[in-house]
């Protein structure tokens, strides 16, 4: 065979070879001659978001001269999928972002580290942090909110809801009280107040709201003094008077009152756009809206959630945590950086000025809840949903989520009015029992496994 | 004959133990290394571990318990699996829907019209396109409120439904859009077929007399059956495997599942519900299903495929 032939099969194998190998372990040789050392950080989120953690990274890196943050960023959509195939590919990120109903199973299946010793080594005051936001990171294996530190709250996020108080004054109606919640009689009627027709062309183009069920249902069931399971997670309760009582009022509100645009469209896109288009006058808004909201050409404001039965406002405060691997070479490093992002005051400030999320720091929110130059004027109530009213989602801390999805996914037809609320909570009921004793199984086999 | 003998006599040249046919053997080799690599690393291997999880209560992170035939008896209860096979099958009504379409555009196309070339590039833009936008866009035209669909459907006084909210308008929606996305593809292969069947069949046609619905009964469609057996199967392989307009469209699967396919369920099941194991069974079960089906395919193509040659 001609020799450049030969060179030219062997250079074609070697690159086969080499380009296999290199899906493989891409060890850090090249940057141990700089005495410096590669730790991976996986998270998601959208533009402003990664370009706010972008940044706050690099300072992290300017205070610590031998580390070198690797940064790996997915979209939101696609996170979960690609840090799963990466820990069963035994390829796991040195720190990573941990939504809340995981950590169960990524405890148990010994994928994150305890940091509690780091943490309390540390000087970080855990005090001065959201303690919805850390004890949501501890767990004993079978429970989530007491034990072993596990990760930082990366954020809390407080869903309130907002209202277009332009047009409350176009149309002469009292302002709504920040302290004092609707009772649910007197929040339809201002929304029947609110829905008409502007333009007089025989068609409403003004709603009071158009709630998506997936993101406000909560408020009307939990204020009502009912829930999807019991605190144990052991029982689905939702086959109870009250619960059916809240369904019913949040289906009504579209087929009854006719206070939201017309039952077909409960896409949150739609109300979205309208509310934006400042046709609606109550939307749900949480940190994370800000940036986009300031820009909207209406004044609008918080308040609390319109109060049911038990005469309280409730809503649901989200989080999503920020973990470290259970296999790092570098935990000291890696600690420090969950540390840093989680509570550091400069990238907090980084963060909170790019207006993606409240402060992590108590004292550093009250500071940015008073600050009379942003809008809107009553962020305190982010705080007060954060340390009073806010519930963790119902799913959050089971080993999964398919009981309670059950329920978003069936739902339809009550939202539509083809069925009451107390036929389908007493059918549903049977249903997401048996997937949340399920999940509690599969909790138990994990624990026992470890 | 003469052909045969130079080949055979070719063959003795390579004798095995020749050094010319080790040396070529090595090249060979060598050249195909990196395709049977890669289908070594990233096809088989997770094939056979999907395989092996399929029995197992493995949650995707963590320890795997060899469970038996736990996961497939829990299959034959578990009803959103059956729903959501029969809704992947009751989307692959849009693949004949599709086939005669194209079959008819590609008919029209090899005319030689003018502004061919222009309709041919018109129809192939969504093939090209990512799946991922075209999904996103279509999303938008199916808006109940300011969906483009509705908007012209306005223009002739229909109101229109929230399509993809509506549990009977979303699967129509979404074969719809297949059909659309995979128009362009079958027609151009139909288009070669028709322009490579040899004119002189159609002149003996008309010198027998024959009308054009009798030159395409018997001349056209035959001619082009090969290309609807191969655009059959692997649309029929690609249904089952319908995903990714799935997840951006209908999030949720649709309202009451309505539009939750089996590979989306899979999906849900393996990445959301830490029910790998379960997942692979079902994986197992729907590769399986597609085998039989293939298969099955064949065996009822065999006979057309013999007469045409």
Redesign the interface.
């Known amino acids: 065979m001609k020799i450049w032939k030969k060179i030219g099969l062997l250079a074609l194998s070697a690159v086969a070879v080499l380009s296999i190998a290199g899906c493989g372990n891409k060890s850090a040789s090249g940057s141990d001659s700089n005495k410096k050392h590669t730790i991976t950080f996986m998270y998601r989120g959208g533009e402003d978001e990664k370009k706010a953690y972008g940044q706050a990274i690099k300072q992290f890196e300017k205070t610590h001269k031998d580390v070198k943050v690797k940064i790996i960023v997915t979209s939101a959509d696609n996170y979960a999928t690609k840090l799963q195939a990466a820990i069963s590919g035994n390829k796991v990120p040195d720190v990573f972002y941990i939504e809340q109903n995981n950590l169960l199973a990524y405890v148990n299946s010994g994928v994150l580290k305890d940091i509690s010793k780091e943490v309390e080594k540390s000087n970080i005051d855990l005090d001065n942090v959201w303690s919805y936001g850390v004890n949501s990171y501890r767990t004993n294996g079978k429970t989530v909110g007491k034990g072993a530190l596990y990760g930082l709250p990366k954020d809390v996020g407080p869903m309130s809801l907002g209202y277009n108080k332009t047009m409350f004054e176009k149309n002469n109606i009292p302002l709504p009280d920040k302290d004092k919640p609707y009772t649910w009689d007197e929040f339809i009627k201002v929304c029947q107040q609110l829905t008409k027709d502007t333009n007089n062309d025989g068609k409403i183009d003004q709603y009071a709201t158009g709630f998506n069920v997936n993101w406000s249902l909560q408020s009307f069931v939990w204020s009502n003094g009912a829930d999807w399971s019991n605190k144990a997670k052991t029982k689905v309760t939702i086959d109870t008077p009250k619960f059916a009582e809240a369904l019913q009022l949040f289906a009504d509100l579209q087929n009854k009152y006719h206070v939201t645009p017309s039952a077909k469209e409960a896409q949150s896109l739609d109300t979205y756009q309208r509310w934006m288009k400042g046709e609606l006058a109550f939307f749900p808004v949480g940190p994370w809206d800000l940036s986009t909201y300031n820009k909207l050409n209406f004044d609008y404001d918080l308040i609390p959630w319109p109060a049911g039965s038990t005469g309280k406002s409730a809503t649901y405060v989200g989080s999503l945590g920020i973990g470290v691997s259970n296999k790092t070479k570098y935990g000291q490093d890696a600690v420090e950086l969950a540390e840093y992002l989680s509570t550091n005051k400069k990238a907090q400030k980084t963060l909170v000025d790019a207006m993606v999320q409240i402060p992590n720091l108590k004292d550093m929110a009250q500071e940015w809840a008073d600050d009379t130059s942003i809008k809107p004027a009553n962020r305190e109530e982010f705080l007060q949903i954060v340390n009073d009213y806010g519930h963790a989602m119902p799913a959050a801390t089971t080993y999964n989520s398919e009981w309670y999805d059950m329920f978003m996914t069936d739902i339809q037809p009550v939202l539509d009015g083809k069925i009451t609320a107390k036929k389908y909570v007493k059918e549903e009921q049977p249903k997401m029992q048996a997937k949340l004793d399920a999940a509690n199984q599969q909790l138990k086999t994990a624990s026992a496994g470890k | 004959m003469d052909s045969t003998k130079v080949v055979k006599k070719k063959k003795s040249m390579f004798h095995h133990d020749s050094k010319l046919y080790r040396?070529e053997h090595r090249?060979a080799f060598?050249?195909i290394?990196?395709p049977v690599?890669?289908f070594l690393?990233f096809s088989l291997v997770p094939l056979i571990y999907s395989v092996f999880a399929s029995f197992t209560?493995w949650?995707?992170?963590?320890?795997m318990?060899f469970t038996g035939l736990t996961n497939f008896k829990l299959m034959l209860k578990d009803n959103y699996f059956w729903k959501t096979l029969y809704n992947t099958f009751f989307l692959m009504i849009g693949i004949p829907i599709g086939l005669i379409l194209s079959f008819l555009l590609a008919s029209a196309l090899s005319r030689g019209l003018k502004g061919t070339t222009f309709f041919r590039v018109i129809y192939y833009i969504p093939v090209i396109s990512s799946l991922a936008a075209i999904a996103i866009m279509w999303q938008w035209a199916y808006?109940?409120?300011?969906g483009l669909v509705n908007q012209v459907l306005a223009l002739v006084g229909i109101k229109g439904?929230?399509w993809?909210?509506?549990?009977h308008t979303v699967k129509p929606a979404i074969i719809a859009m297949s059909v659309w996305k995979g128009l362009g593809y079958s027609m151009l292969l139909y288009l070669a077929a028709i322009q490579s069947v040899p004119k002189s069949y159609y002149e003996a046609a008309d010198l027998d007399g024959a009308n054009s619905f009798q030159k395409f009964k018997n001349i056209t469609w035959p001619m082009c059956r090969p290309v609807t057996f191969f655009l059959i199967i692997t649309n029929v392989i690609g249904g089952s495997q319908i995903f990714t307009e799935i997840n951006i469209m209908t999030p949720?699967?649709g309202?009451?599942?309505s539009s939750a396919t089996i590979v989306w369920y899979i999906?849900q099941k393996?990445?959301?519900?830490?029910?790998?194991g379960y997942a692979s069974a079902m994986s197992l079960v729907l590769g399986i299903l597609i085998f039989i089906i293939t298969a099955l395919q064949f065996y009822m193509n065999r006979k057309s495929d013999y007469q045409l040659s």
């Open positions: 040396d090249a060598l050249m290394i990196l690599l890669g690393i209560n949650n995707g992170i963590g320890q318990t808006n109940g409120d300011y439904p929230n993809l909210q509506n549990v949720t699967g309202p009451e599942y999906w393996a990445f959301k519900n830490f029910q790998m």
